[in-house]
């Protein structure tokens, strides 16, 4: 007899921030690294299909967005 159990897990991120974009991914993959290492220790994978890499970096276009001048000063 068969039996497959499939379970979902939504919503989860691992976080790196660094002041290049470069070192904030390697530090994102070196914890995806880590959970699929913990994923294959207890017999389970991950779709790659589901994944993907968001990368946030401030607007320079205005500094007065993140600092600077502050206006009527």
């Known amino acids: 007899m068969h039996h497959d159990l499939t379970l979902y897990i939504d919503?989860?991120?691992?976080f790196a921030v660094s002041r290049t974009i470069s070192v904030a991914?390697?530090?994102?993959v070196q914890g995806f690294e880590q959970t699929l290492n913990w994923l294959s220790h207890n017999s389970l994978t991950?779709?790659?299909t589901k994944m993907e890499l968001m990368i946030f970096?401030?607007?320079r276009a205005n500094p007065n967005?993140?600092?600077?001048?502050?206006?009527g000063a």
């Open 11 to 14: 919503n989860h991120a691992i």
């Open 65 to 71: 967005l993140i600092g600077g001048h502050i206006q």
């Open 25 to 28: 991914i390697e530090l994102a």
């Open 46 to 48: 991950v779709n790659p």
């Open 57 to 59: 970096t401030p607007h």
